[in-house]
């Protein structure tokens, strides 16, 4: 067990609609990152923050957005959904970023319809 | 864009064998770090090695770094069928950039009884 949990496991919606992927992260942790993994495209680096403010950002569309608060736990807001957002979404957490090891979730599968 | 990049992308062999498994990747990094990953799980983190090691060992694994040639091995030793899973590099940009933690597409390594 990682630490990190993620919530939900599992959400089937339809092109269009909006969702919100929740992440709190490994006690003690600072930093929590988000990823995408889809078959074609590997693990895609969405974005990172730490203690609140976001530290890195990458491959994100601008339909997607995220934030994380006060408590440190983050949430991932996908919205106008289309069939490509279809994957699964991991949440990971560190001590101190990149030079610290990442603790994944097991990850929220998106299936747009 | 990914960072790092494994080889062979599959890799077949016997319990019992040794399994080597190569990232390359194209900037200098701070650290590279190793995962695993079950099918549809999250990321186990694996080892840590830092931009001035040359070697690092945990249990049956083996990581070597060749900065010089922007790459690294992990070698499994005594390979059991619990080790078959997707094993992915990763790396992080020198102190100035980003802490983003760029993901290969992975080696999928099955190991058969």
């Known amino acids: 067990d990682s630490g990190v949990t993620q919530t939900p496991k599992h959400l089937i919606t339809a092109t269009g609609q909006r969702v919100t992927l929740r992440c709190s992260p490994r006690s003690g942790d600072l930093s929590v990152y988000w990823y995408q993994q889809s078959l074609d495209q590997g693990l895609q680096f969405l974005i990172q923050?730490?203690?609140?403010?976001?530290?890195a950002k990458g491959n994100i569309l601008e339909r997607f957005s995220a934030q994380q608060f006060p408590d440190l736990h983050s949430e991932l807001n996908l919205s106008s959904l289309e069939l490509g957002d279809s994957a699964l979404y991991f949440c990971a957490s560190s001590q101190f970023g990149g030079n610290s090891p990442l603790h994944f979730g097991n990850g929220t599968r998106l299936t747009v319809t | 864009s990914q960072q790092g990049e494994e080889d062979p992308q599959a890799l077949s062999i016997q319990e019992g064998e040794n399994a080597t498994m190569n990232c390359s990747y194209k900037t200098s990094i701070n650290n590279l770090q190793w995962y695993r990953q079950n099918s549809g799980r999250g990321l186990v983190h694996l080892i840590l090695?830092?931009?001035?090691?040359r070697e690092k060992h945990s249990g049956r694994l083996r990581v070597t770094l060749d900065t010089s040639k922007k790459s690294s091995s992990l070698l499994i030793t005594a390979s059991r069928a619990a080790d078959t899973a997707s094993y992915f590099c990763?790396?992080?940009?020198?102190?100035?950039?980003?802490?983003?933690?760029?993901f290969g597409k992975g080696t999928k390594l099955t190991v058969n009884p």
């Open positions: 090695i830092r931009s001035n090691e």
């Open positions: 990763a790396t992080v940009p020198p102190q100035g950039g980003s802490e983003k933690l760029v």
């Open positions: 923050y730490y203690n609140g403010e976001e530290r």
